[in-house]
Each structure stands twice: as C-alpha cells, then as structure tokens.
C-alpha cells in the first residue's frame, strides 16, 4: 500500500504478552491520512498510514502484564464487506478484540469504517458495511484475561442515543472497547459514535445526528482488580488541549479513547472529537489537532490503573 509507514523501538517486546493501545489526533479530512494502523513488532512498534499528507499526532502505551495472551496479525479487506479471520482457540468469556487500520485513499466516511467481533473461539470477523476502491489493511489483537468479566453484544444503532441492560458490573473497573460501521455515506455527526460511561447494569452509546443505521459491537472489560477513571469531555470553542485531574499512581497506567462524537453536518472529519491522551503527572491530557470554532466534538477518554 502507499504511504508512510513509521518503525520505531530497540527494546524486546513480549508479542504473546503484550498488547499495543494508541489513540491519535488528526485535522486532516482524508481517510489515507487520518487513519493509522499500529502493530507491535518484536522490538517496538510500526504505525502506518495509506497517504502523506498532514501530520497524525499518534500517543501509545504498550501493555505486558503477567496473564494476559494476545494473539495478532494484520490482514487486507480490499473490496470486501466480510472477512472472518481464523485464530488460535480464545475463551470468549475474558477475551476482546481491537483492530485498527489504514486505506489507501479517499475523504473518510462509511466506507473507512471497520467493525470486529469475535464470532466463536476460532473466528474473529471483521465487517464494512460499503466498501470502495481504496485498499484497506486491518491490524488486529485479541486479547485474553483470564481473570476478567467480559460482557459483549452486537447491536443495530439508528438513533441518537442507545442504552443497554447487561449484566451488573462494577463500573470502577470496567473499560469500554467498541466498533461501528454505518450502512450509508454521512456526515461526521452520523457517522462518529461515543461511548457512554456505564452505570451498574446499563451501557449506552450517543451520536449527534441519526443519518443511516450503524452495526455496533462492544465489549465491556471487567477487571479483577485495579481502577478505571472515565468521561465525557466537552471540547470548548478552539480547544485543542485539556487536562483532566486523576487520582492514584501512573506507573501501571494507560489512557485510551473509546469514541467521540461531532456536531458537524458539512463534513466528516473526525479530527474535532478524536483525540490523544497522555499521561502526564497526576493527570490525562487531551489533545486534539482540529480546534474547531463551530461545529463542536466530545469525547470519551478512559484512563486504566491495572494494579491499586
């Protein structure tokens, strides 16, 4: 594929214990250059991207914690709605997926959209729901906790907001990871989904505008032990930085993004509510690369401490 592809590293990465988590920022309206697939390699990580042309602000932590299995590859879904992907065997009641990915061209929209879910022990299926002309390579993980509760379901979404019963769940140390794909071409305000901080035995996800009817899948991430700060955080008029207080220690940390949504009706930019996050000090900074002076962005950030 074209473009530009990063490697960076020189330390020993523990593939089959260590998961890659990045979030990005980016003002660019082109798919080649907004979106950015990442793989961890065995001595860092390699980030790339189907064109060149604005900077992508790209934040990662790498995660090996003792127990937890990855499994990974990177796999192309040119001109194809549905791929099922055959994995080693992983028990679906602690294990999740996250993929991300990078198309050769393009102005982002449905079509640049790629939902993940594990189908049963051996499959992982990644979906689009239109597909283009561009090529599109999808980076995966599954990752597998033994001693997490996982909840999953995939869902229709055609509203501007959706809640859930699932099972009860301690809220404080339960992490959210979703996908979405749109069934037809809109604007940012359709086509960006955020994640709702969960409640006890609720889950609910929000957009700004019903455009089209999105396929969703999430899976809410119960931890045995450790905490999870989370939110919503409103972008003001022009923002491009904030920095939101946390307690408790950052040595076994990661922050990560799990959605936002955008007000914009005249494009679909992702760039006024995606964002990175960092952790700096006692806090996790929010840094966006499209300040916007009209249409408006939130986003949902996470921070999780994986020991207390």
Do not use: C
């Amino acid at each position: 594929m074209p473009g530009e592809s990063q490697l960076a590293g020189g330390s020993p990465v523990d593939l089959a214990h260590s998961v890659l988590f990045f979030t990005t920022a980016s003002s660019d309206p082109g798919a080649d250059n907004v979106l950015v697939e990442g793989e961890l390699t065995a001595t860092g990580y390699r980030f790339t991207r189907g064109g060149v042309g604005s900077t992508v602000r790209v934040e990662l932590g790498i995660v090996t914690w003792d127990g937890w299995t990855v499994e990974r590859g990177v796999v192309p879904t040119n001109g194809m709605t549905d791929v099922d992907v055959t994995i080693p065997a992983v028990d679906l009641a602690h294990s999740f997926p996250l993929i991300s990915y990078s198309v050769s061209g393009g102005v982002y929209g449905a079509a640049d959209q790629v939902g993940a879910e594990l189908l049963d022990a051996t499959r992982l299926h990644l979906r689009r729901r239109t597909v283009n002309a561009a090529d599109l390579n999808v980076a995966w993980q599954v990752v597998t906790i033994p001693d997490a509760t996982i909840v999953h379901d995939a869902m229709p979404f055609s509203g501007l907001m959706s809640s859930q019963g699932i099972s009860p769940i301690d809220a404080t140390r339960t992490f959210l990871v979703h996908t979405s794909t749109l069934d037809t071409a809109a604007n940012a305000a359709s086509l960006l989904i955020e994640s709702l901080e969960p409640s006890g035995g609720t889950i609910g996800f929000a957009r700004e505008a019903s455009v089209g009817t999105a396929d969703l899948s999430y899976y809410a991430v119960e931890l045995a032990q450790g905490h999870v700060d989370k939110g919503e955080y409103a972008w003001s008029a022009n923002e491009s930085d904030h920095d939101i207080s946390v307690p408790g220690p950052q040595s076994a940390a990661f922050a990560f993004m799990q959605g936002g949504r955008s007000t914009s009706t005249v494009d679909a930019i992702p760039g006024r509510a995606w964002s990175t996050m960092t952790l700096v000090g006692d806090k996790v900074r929010l840094h966006r690369e499209l300040a916007a002076a009209t249409a408006s962005g939130t986003v949902y950030w996470q921070r999780i401490e994986l020991q207390r």
